[in-house]
Structure formats: structure tokens, C-alpha cells
């Protein structure tokens, strides 16, 4: 059983500039969350994808926005780069049926706005 | 709105215990998760309490209580690759896995 891979691992992009992070869910995973981390902070919620549809959004504005897609990897677009989004991004997946509700994080893409 | 509240730092020696206390307030509450991430690390997944009482997973173990909006992770018998960042998070939805974490509580093993 393969992990949770992120893609790419480090990226620098300029102010105003857009960005694509993508990741490769667990196999069997069909719900996948991204998470922003700040330095020094815990990860923030900014969405969540189950079978191809988003269903839960935390405080991140629209030019954030992702897809999933049928074989459950997923992808995270963000518009318009300011510098307070350079952070780390994770994603994470999780079983359908783990009581637990465990989430299996990838190694995260490290984004640096300059 | 929703927070979460840990101590920022807890030092501790090789071999002792050492408890990592989260209160919380959240706008809905199903259960309590705690994740360790080392430096430069992804999250990992420790323990999940859904119900009060205490989870027991090796030398790790997870308490939780409901009517306190609290909760807390013990380590014991630390070992220095314990040495890592610990964060509680609550899962605030029904049948969702959206999380909101605490700001994490860096614990560094001492010999």
C-alpha cells in the first residue's frame, strides 16, 4: 500500500503569480482534506473533496480552489499569490470507513511567495 | 469561533512521562484527534477520542472529557525520538473529516 505523495516537494513563485499542488491519495482513499501550515502553527483546513465534489471549506478565500479527481488524486490551485500563502501545504487522505476518522498525511509542498 | 489551547513548549527527561493538556471551544464537537510531526516532517496520526475516558496505544495514551471540553495525550517511557511537535485537533463536523487543530506543543527529550 503506497502513502499519501505530494508534488512539487519546494516551489517559488512570485506575487500575483498562480500555483498547482497536486497530490496521489492512499490506495482505497476516497476522501482527501488540504491543509495550510504556517511556520511555527498548526494546519488549517481549507477544503475537503469525497468522490469528485467538494464538501467542506474552511476560511480561505475563492482564488483557493481544488479538484479531485476519479482515480481520487487531487489537485490545489491558488490565484493571485500573496505573500502571507507561502507556508506548507498538505494534503491528506482518509478511509471511507476508519472509525478512527485518521487522516494520512502527505510530506506537504513547501511554497515560498516572494 | 473555534480554538484550541496547548502549551507552546514542555521539556522533559528520557524515560519519564510527560503530559501535553488541550482545552478547546469549538462550535461542534465530534470527536478529538492528536497528531505528532517531527521537523521537517508530515502529521502522523497518534489517537482518536470520540467518547470520554481513556485510549490507551502503547506508551501512548489519549483522555478526553466532554463536559470539560478537554482532553490530553501522556507519553511514557520517553524515548529522544519522542523529541517532536504534538498538536490536538477537533473534528468539528458531522461525517467530515475537516479538523481544526491547536497551535502545537513542541516536546523536547532530555537526557
Known amino acids: 500500500e503506497t502513502g499519501v505523495t505530494q508534488s512539487p516537494t519546494h516551489l517559488i513563485k512570485t506575487r500575483g503569480q498562480q500555483v498547482t499542488l497536486r497530490c496521489s491519495s492512499q490506495?482505497?482513499?476516497?476522501?482527501v482534506s488540504w491543509y495550510q501550515q504556517a511556520l511555527g502553527q498548526g494546519p488549517q483546513f481549507i477544503f475537503q473533496?469525497?468522490?469528485?465534489?467538494?464538501?467542506g471549506r474552511g476560511n480561505f478565500p475563492p482564488r483557493f480552489s481544488g479538484l479531485q479527481f476519479p482515480n481520487y488524486s487531487s489537485e490545489l490551485n491558488v490565484n493571485a499569490l500573496e505573500l502571507d500563502d507561502s507556508a506548507l501545504y498538505l494534503c491528506?487522505?482518509?478511509?471511507?470507513?476508519?472509525?478512527?476518522?485518521?487522516?494520512?498525511f502527505g510530506p506537504g509542498t513547501r511554497l515560498t511567495v516572494t | 469561533g473555534q480554538s484550541l489551547e496547548q502549551p507552546s513548549e514542555v521539556t522533559a527527561v528520557e524515560g519519564a512521562i510527560v503530559q501535553i493538556n488541550c482545552t478547546y471551544q469549538?462550535?461542534?464537537?465530534?470527536?478529538l484527534s492528536w497528531y505528532q510531526q517531527h521537523d521537517g516532517g508530515a502529521p502522523t496520526f497518534l489517537s482518536y477520542n470520540a467518547l470520554d475516558g481513556l485510549e490507551e496505544t502503547g506508551r501512548f495514551s489519549s483522555f478526553l472529557s466532554r463536559s470539560d471540553s478537554y482532553g490530553y495525550l501522556l507519553l511514557q517511557e520517553l524515548q529522544m525520538k519522542d523529541s517532536a511537535s504534538y498538536f490536538c485537533?477537533?473534528?468539528?463536523?458531522?461525517?467530515?473529516?475537516?479538523?481544526?487543530f491547536g497551535k502545537g506543543t513542541k516536546l523536547s527529550v532530555i537526557p
Open positions: 473533496y469525497y468522490r469528485e465534489e467538494e464538501n
Open positions: 490506495s482505497g482513499h476516497n476522501t
Open positions: 485537533a477537533v473534528r468539528d463536523r458531522a461525517g467530515s473529516y475537516q479538523l481544526t
Open positions: 469549538t462550535s461542534g464537537f465530534y470527536g
Open positions: 491528506a487522505s482518509s478511509h471511507p470507513q476508519a472509525n478512527n476518522y485518521e487522516q494520512y
